[in-house]
């Protein structure tokens, strides 16, 4: 009997699942346990939230394409923000908060980009605070959170069911009104 199988047969008297797990594969880890320390920024409660983990360990070129893929579907970037934004992290320096910008330098690293679909996907850039305007022309200022050379990346979805945001508005508004918190 293989040790696979065995562990299938084994029985247990206190439930070995309630402790956090971590399940090492080929390109990945996944974690699986709960994470009680998540606090609501709005109300500063902390909530005891079940969190599923994974990571990944990807090459250089898969980790680019990650990055802004999840950049993308966190802000909502349209495929112009998502081509200049690819083409200002290949001009950022290492740890500088300022990049010189216009369209003939972008049109050296992305030569088939027409100049307005630049300043449009600019626009957006700047809209969603990857990058700011400097007092110098053509000088911006990039966003550090979002501009990084790092190795490392997070995109957290945090799930809630529509039934607990009823419950916190109806809890805020009995509140107002007078009743107090039974538990803090």
Known sequence: MTVE?????????????VQPKEIIMKERTVKVGSS??????DSGEIHAVNAIYQRKIVDSERFA?????????????????QRVFQ????????DSDSIWLNFMLISKVDNEIP???????????????????????????????????GDRVRFITEYVKGTAIKDD???TKIEEKGQKRLID
Do not use: M
């Open 5 to 17: 199988q065995k562990n299938l047969k084994a029985r247990y008297e206190v439930n070995p699942l």
């Open 36 to 41: 009680r320390d998540l606090i609501d920024p």
């Open 65 to 81: 394409k990650i990055y802004l893929d999840g950049l993308a579907k966190t802000f909502g970037l349209t495929k112009t923000a």
């Open 87 to 94: 083409s200002i992290l290949q001009l950022c320096e290492k």
């Open 115 to 149: 100049e307005s679909t630049f300043y449009r996907g600019l626009r957006e850039l700047l809209k969603h605070e990857f990058v700011a305007h400097s007092d110098i022309p053509n000088k911006f200022w990039i966003n550090p959170h979002l501009f990084f050379n």
């Open 169 to 171: 508005a109806e809890r």
